[in-house]
């Protein structure tokens, strides 16, 4: 059984199949549209792609898959019994169970938040809701620091509206990008016309009539909108394990390396889950897509009487800053979540751990490299615009590839430091590199 | 302004050539089943369907005009060079 149909419940699904062809699978969704690409919500605004497009998977898949599907909402569990309980007090027996129940976003905590008009991104509703209220083309207000305010500021800029956007701090998502990748990212925003507030934060909603008229800022200031988007990062839907009293949970629901949980038979993979990294000790929530499907398929093998470790990747996506491919890789950043609340929606914790490393960067017009340089190892680094080196900076750093020929070049003021990559990458393909000869 | 039409033409044809002797070639890793690229097909491959794979689109058909490639926000798709007779050719993760 799997409660939740977001990425890592449909690999769990996959996975589980190819392993046991007669094995009765049920999956509990409370999403009523089923699974759907939740990244692709964002160009579902820009109006890049249309609805029907957000589904990978049509009927004859689920079909192929033999798995049955329920729209429902799972209200209790209970872990010794092997026991669920549906909210119409239904009960049904699993013999092991996977939560993959995702996270919602997080509630800002201001007077007038549950006025009509405060919008989120977390589902297709909101995605509908929101291009509904475009339709005036009303003043907007954007709050948030990570990838989906971003995202809600870019959707509301392709459909004529006017956004402003509130940064807490002196730069857009000060804890990941440093001065000139987010200058040049708000330097973008502005040449479309968003009005970029810095250091600033919501103190209230003003409403009429149940409605959003404005919002009132920290520092006093009046805002006359119609529609507010809030993206302070996300929390992981745990309740269940929380409330069925015998799952270890902290900030997600704690599972081993083998992605199970404190409870016998029930595992649990995504968003929601708390996964212990080995090599680090720690338990770190990753809330990126790739993570999420891996986890499923792992949690989907070891549900079907499998025994595969989920070894923790180099921390890895790829998104799109305003209208800039960035790929961001490994440890990059400085620590704390000033801007957001624990962690964000395409988000790892990973990054944002303080690596003991040198920066090098290289410019060009829109394109950049940044390598964070550690004594041996590349150990992070965020590649924005051309793509060209972001494949073997991934592998560099993923497969700890020891950097010393080069490592003083890289270091080096106005080191030329891609064409030093992508040329001890062609040397490191071609076997000259000694010890990977 | 003046165009050399003949090295324009030639541009052209070498653009064209190199287009058909490749082949689009996804990173799954960056993938998130968006769509865009199956949405932008105008001949309706299901690209998505092979990004998610990590397989290239081998369909013979495909007119590789880059549109899913171009428009592609996550950088998942690019054109890579085939050769039938030539194994070591093939694109490395089909290898």
């Given at each position: 059984?799997?409660?939740?149909?977001?990425?890592?419940?449909?690999?769990?699904?996959?996975?589980?199949?190819?392993?046991?062809?007669?094995?009765?699978?049920?999956?509990?969704?409370?999403?009523?549209?089923?699974?759907?690409?939740?990244p692709?919500?964002?160009?579902y605004?820009?109006?890049?792609?249309?609805?029907?497009?957000?589904?990978p998977?049509?009927?004859?898949?689920?079909q192929?898959?033999?798995?049955?599907?329920?729209?429902a909402?799972?209200?209790?569990?209970?872990?010794?019994?092997?026991?669920?309980?549906?909210?119409?007090?239904?009960?049904?027996?699993f013999?092991?169970?996977l939560?993959?129940?995702g996270?919602?976003?997080?509630?800002?905590?201001?007077?007038?938040?549950?006025?009509?008009?405060?919008?989120?991104l977390?589902?297709?509703?909101d995605?509908?809701?929101?291009?509904?209220?475009?339709?005036?083309?009303?003043?907007?207000?954007?709050?948030?620091?990570?990838?989906?305010?971003?995202?809600?500021?870019?959707?509301?800029?392709?459909?004529?509206?006017k956004?402003?956007?509130?940064?807490?701090?002196?730069?857009?998502w000060?804890?990941?990008?440093?001065?000139?990748?987010?200058?040049?990212?708000?330097?973008?925003?502005?040449d479309?016309?968003?009005?970029?507030h810095y250091?600033?934060?919501?103190?209230?909603?003003?409403?009429k009539?149940?409605?959003?008229?404005?919002?009132?800022?920290?520092?006093?200031?009046?805002?006359?909108?119609r529609?507010?988007?809030?993206?302070?990062?996300?929390?992981?839907?745990?309740?269940?394990?929380?409330d069925?009293?015998?799952l270890?949970?902290?900030r997600?629901i704690?599972?081993?390396?083998?992605?199970?949980?404190s409870a016998?038979?029930?595992?649990?993979?995504?968003?929601?889950?708390?996964?212990?990294?080995?090599?680090?000790?720690?338990?770190?929530?990753?809330?990126?897509?790739?993570?999420?499907?891996?986890?499923?398929?792992?949690?989907?093998?070891?549900?079907?009487?499998?025994?595969?470790?989920?070894?923790?990747?180099?921390?890895?996506?790829?998104?799109?800053?305003?209208?800039?491919?960035?790929?961001?890789?490994?440890?990059v950043?400085?620590?704390?979540?000033?801007?957001?609340?624990?962690?964000a929606?395409?988000?790892?914790?990973?990054?944002?751990?303080?690596p003991?490393a040198?920066?090098?960067?290289?410019?060009?017009?829109?394109?950049?490299?940044?390598?964070?340089?550690?004594?041996?190892?590349?150990?992070?680094?965020?590649?924005?615009?051309?793509?060209?080196?972001?494949?073997?900076?991934?592998?560099?750093?993923?497969?700890?590839v020891?950097?010393?020929?080069?490592?003083?070049?890289?270091?080096?003021?106005?080191?030329?430091?891609?064409?030093?990559?992508?040329?001890?990458?062609?040397?490191?393909?071609?076997?000259?590199?000694?010890?990977?000869? | 302004?003046?165009?050399?039409?003949?090295?324009?033409?030639?541009?052209?044809?070498?653009r064209?050539i190199?287009?058909?002797?490749?082949?689009?070639?996804?990173?799954?890793?960056?993938?998130?089943?968006?769509?865009?690229?199956?949405?932008s097909?105008?001949i309706?491959?299901?690209?998505?369907?092979?990004?998610?794979?990590?397989?290239?689109?081998?369909?013979?058909?495909?007119?590789?005009?880059?549109?899913?490639v171009a428009?592609?926000p996550?950088?998942?798709?690019?054109?890579?060079?085939?050769?039938?007779?030539?194994?070591?050719?093939?694109?490395?993760?089909?290898?």
């Amino acid at each position: 059984m799997i409660i939740g149909s977001g990425a890592a419940g449909i690999a769990a699904v996959e996975s589980i199949r190819s392993q046991d062809e007669l094995g009765e699978i049920v999956l509990l969704s409370e999403e009523r549209y089923g699974y759907y690409s939740r990244p692709g919500l964002a160009y579902y605004l820009t109006g890049e792609l249309n609805e029907q497009q957000l589904f990978p998977y049509n009927e004859r898949d689920f079909q192929n898959l033999k798995v049955q599907i329920y729209n429902a909402k799972v209200v209790r569990l209970r872990p010794a019994e092997h026991l669920i309980e549906l909210h119409n007090g239904q009960q049904l027996r699993f013999d092991r169970l996977l939560i993959a129940t995702g996270a919602s976003a997080a509630q800002i905590d201001v007077p007038g938040a549950d006025l009509q008009g405060v919008m989120k991104l977390d589902n297709l509703d909101d995605a509908r809701r929101i291009l509904s209220l475009t339709r005036g083309r009303p003043k907007a207000v954007v709050v948030g620091g990570g990838i989906t305010a971003l995202e809600l500021v870019e959707g509301l800029v392709a459909r004529g509206v006017k956004t402003h956007y509130f940064l807490r701090r002196e730069r857009y998502w000060h804890n990941i990008l440093d001065e000139t990748e987010a200058q040049i990212i708000e330097q973008r925003l502005m040449d479309h016309g968003v009005q970029i507030h810095y250091h600033n934060e919501l103190a209230e909603v003003l409403g009429k009539k149940g409605m959003v008229r404005g919002v009132r800022t920290k520092n006093g200031s009046v805002i006359d909108c119609r529609l507010i988007g809030i993206a302070i990062g996300i929390k992981p839907r745990k309740e269940l394990a929380q409330d069925s009293g015998s799952l270890e949970v902290d900030r997600g629901i704690l599972v081993d390396e083998f992605l199970q949980t404190s409870a016998r038979d029930i595992f649990a993979a995504g968003d929601v889950a708390q996964v212990y990294d080995p090599f680090t000790g720690k338990s770190i929530l990753d809330s990126l897509w790739k993570p999420a499907r891996d986890q499923g398929t792992i949690a989907g093998l070891n549900m079907a009487g499998g025994h595969h470790v989920y070894s923790k990747p180099v921390a890895f996506n790829v998104t799109r800053l305003a209208g800039l491919t960035t790929t961001i890789i490994g440890t990059v950043g400085r620590g704390g979540v000033d801007d957001l609340v624990g962690i964000a929606r395409g988000d790892s914790e990973t990054w944002r751990q303080l690596p003991d490393a040198i920066a090098a960067q290289e410019d060009f017009e829109i394109n950049r490299l940044r390598l964070m340089v550690g004594e041996q190892r590349i150990l992070g680094a965020i590649v924005m615009g051309d793509q060209t080196l972001s494949r073997p900076v991934h592998t560099l750093v993923e497969q700890q590839v020891d950097i010393t020929p080069i490592r003083e070049k890289l270091l080096q003021q106005d080191a030329p430091i891609a064409n030093l990559i992508a040329e001890f990458w062609r040397q490191l393909k071609m076997g000259h590199v000694p010890q990977y000869a | 302004m003046m165009i050399n039409i003949r090295r324009f033409l030639h541009g052209e044809v070498a653009r064209h050539i190199a287009r058909a002797e490749g082949c689009v070639v996804p990173e799954a890793s960056r993938c998130v089943q968006c769509g865009i690229c199956s949405f932008s097909c105008p001949i309706g491959i299901d690209v998505r369907r092979h990004a998610l794979k990590g397989e290239s689109i081998s369909e013979s058909y495909c007119l590789t005009c880059g549109e899913c490639v171009a428009r592609c926000p996550r950088g998942t798709l690019s054109f890579e060079r085939t050769n039938l007779f030539n194994p070591l050719l093939v694109p490395e993760n089909e290898v």
